[in-house]
Structure formats: C-alpha cells, structure tokens
C-alpha cells in the first residue's frame, strides 16, 4: 500500500523558514517523480514543484521560485521542500503527491494527509 | 500557464441521479507521445484528494463503475451516472502534460 507521510509544517513568522518532509513507503520511491502541492484554507490546488526521479528536472511554480528548494534523498525514501522567506499568502496545507511516472509530464495519483504552514506575526 | 475551468462550480444532486461536470483548458493536453494528461480527483472536507480518473477516461482501482471520464483536446466532462452520498465533496480537473499542473476551481457536489 502506497503511503506519503507529510511533516514540518508549523507557525511561522514573514520572512522565515521551515522545512517540510514527506517518507515514502509501498512503492520504489526512486522511480517515480515526486511533488508538492498546497491549498490555502478553503481555497483551491496549487502545485509548487516537481521533482524528476532522479533528481535531474526540478521545477517551480512561479509564485515560489527562488524562494522553495525541492529535493529528495532515494537512499530514504524522502521528499524534501525547503521554504524560506515565507508570506502570508503561503499559509496552506503542503501535500506531498506522487506522480505516475519517472519525469514531471503525467500527473499525480496518490497525496500524503499535508502538513499545515501558517505564516503569521 | 494552462488555465483549467470547470463548470458548475456548485452542483445540488438528487441521490440517485446522475451529474456532469465540465472542464476546459485554455491549450490542447495532447502531450507529444500522444497521451492526454487530465485526471480527476475527488476531496471530502478535512481529506486529501484522491484520484479517480487519469488520462481522460482510465479509472483508477478501486473507483466505483458509476463514474466515468471523457473528452479529448481541451474539454472533458466526469460524470457520474448516480450519485450516492459519499459522493459529496469538491471535484477538481487537474491537467499534468504542462508544466506548471494546474488545477480547475473545483466543483462542490452537494445533495439536494
């Protein structure tokens, strides 16, 4: 059975850090392109990055370009998001998902339960 | 980026009956091996998306027969031929053959 165990989500001031982390367990963790993606409270889906299997494509939406690292360690099983210089507006619930291919084209199937970012003074 | 609309944004259904809903996107999803990467995923309150239909029309293990997934292009429609009450929840299109994913608004199943 595919799990996608999200953590490090929490409280956090504008302008900083936290990171996220998703273990994997059920699948080959390494052939598969992994992601994040958020929902802001009572919002829609917005997917902020992707990462290939083997880590040689990453992407990034624009709103979180240059500011999230995405990363991943196969050894294990874990999917890393690293997110500095936090706005208000990034407050959501972080999902990680796996995707059903090794590359960042095909689509997402199964999702973590999220991990809750509030960024507020 | 690939806009994704969805329509109704609200659907009150009768159990029982079927309902519809509609997605569009703003470019053709026909990626170049030929696949069309749209799915959709169904999320309760408080729960994770779960998905129920990938590249248009394939239904995932598990998903009940009552829901089926069509279209080609750029407009595909889910329906579901009788709804049920666990049926209830958000519905939301997800395009994946452009980078960035994007998403529809999200469609509201409620019963009537």
């Known amino acids: 059975e595919v799990q996608l165990l999200d953590s490090g989500g929490g409280l956090v001031q504008p302008g900083g850090s936290l990171r996220l982390s998703c273990t994997a367990s059920?699948?080959?963790?390494?052939?598969?392109?992994m992601a994040w993606v958020r929902q802001a409270p009572g919002k829609g889906l917005e997917c902020v990055s992707v990462i290939s299997a083997s880590s040689a494509s990453i992407y990034y939406a624009d709103s979180v370009k240059g500011r999230f690292t995405i990363s991943r360690d196969n050894s294990k099983n874990t999917l890393l998001l690293q997110v500095n210089s936090l706005r208000a507006e990034d407050t959501a619930i972080y999902y990680c998902?796996?995707?059903?291919?090794?590359?960042?084209?095909?689509?997402?199937?199964?999702w973590g339960q999220g991990t809750l970012v509030t960024v507020s003074s | 980026d690939v806009v994704m609309t969805q329509s109704p944004l609200s659907l009150p259904v009768t159990l029982g009956q079927p309902a519809s809903i509609s997605c569009r996107s703003s470019q053709s999803l026909v990626y170049t091996n030929g696949n069309t990467y749209l799915s959709w995923f169904h999320q309760r309150p408080g729960q994770s998306p779960r998905r129920l239909i990938y590249?248009?029309?394939d239904r995932d293990s598990g998903v009940p027969d009552r829901f089926s997934g069509s279209g080609s292009g750029t407009d595909f429609t889910l329906k579901i031929s009788r709804v049920e009450a666990e049926d209830i929840g958000v519905y939301y299109c997800m395009q994946g053959t452009h980078w960035p994913y994007t998403f529809g608004q999200g469609t509201k199943l409620e019963i009537k």
């Open positions: 590249k248009v029309s």
């Open positions: 998902a796996k995707s059903y291919s090794s590359t960042s084209i095909g689509g997402l199937d199964y």
């Open positions: 059920g699948f080959t963790f390494s052939a598969y392109a």
